[in-house]
């Protein structure tokens, strides 16, 4: 049964036995294994714990819908109890209209919060010669949301960076910056105020694509006029990796199990004196 078919007979099947929205979604196989990696990278990470206020950057991509969905079902499995919220940053622009998301995050009983930032302004005031205005949007957004949870007691912040994301910010600093760096699944900002979890440590982009399918949601664009950035480094990096999954299948997950495996003793460790300094 392919994925629309599969869609249709789980819609009418709801009809017919009044399963809840999130209920019905997981009898489909990709939610079922998006919510099972979910899980996983939540109890080997020590993701969300009992009492937990947990607030999702829903920014209205594929990605951010499947990591809320996967945790608002799990807090119907799961052995502990933890709030859970949606928050969207509107970059202030006309087009990014976030009402069909208000719309069905209302329907499903999952609380959402607009916190407007004038982002598109921020960039086009603040950015300097020769930076990536996506990231700088990106570390705008993420001041507006660390602001935001931490006045309204939020302590968890999920964001929905995904395998393949980390392992492309590794690549990224192996080869731009000189650097082994890369994501963590679970990070106390630098203030301390705030933790960042990133709970789709194990699902690759493509499920998030099929299950954003599978549960019809609407998709908004960042409406910006750098969106896509295709000739960014990012986008050659994930270009390379997909030419190298053609020889090596497992190059992404063996990458990301290299980001837990490192030999420190085996890399170059300077010494912090001169050995050679002869003393008098």
Known sequence: MDIGAESLYIEELTKRKGLSCVDRFMRHAHLRQLTRLVGKAIGDFDLIRDGD?????????????????????LR???????????????????????????????????????VHGNIVRLVDEKLTEGTNPCSFCSRLRRGFLYTYASSEGWNKIALGHHLDD???????????????????PHLVSDDGRNTVIRPLVYVRET?????????????????????????????????????????????????LGAMGRVRQRHLLNRVKEDPWKTTS
């Open 207 to 255: 499920l998030t694509r099929e299950c954003a399918g599978v549960l019809s949601v609407p998709i908004l664009g960042c409406y910006c006029d750098c969106r896509g950035m295709k000739g960014s480094r990012r986008h050659w990096v994930k270009a390379l990796l997909d030419k190298i999954e053609k020889d090596i299948p497992d190059v992404r997950s063996n990458l």
């Open 53 to 73: 206020r947990v607030l999702v950057a829903l920014s209205g991509g594929k990605d951010s819908w499947s990591l809320l969905y996967a945790l608002q079902h």
């Open 76 to 114: 119907t499995k799961a052995p502990i109890t933890y709030d859970l919220a949606a928050v969207t940053v509107h970059p202030g622009t006309v087009e990014f209209d976030t009402s069909a998301v208000e719309q069905r995050l209302a329907q499903d009983g999952i609380p959402h919060h607009v």
């Open 166 to 184: 980390f392992v492309e910010t590794l690549m990224l600093n192996l080869f731009f910056n000189g650097s082994i760096k890369g994501m963590s």
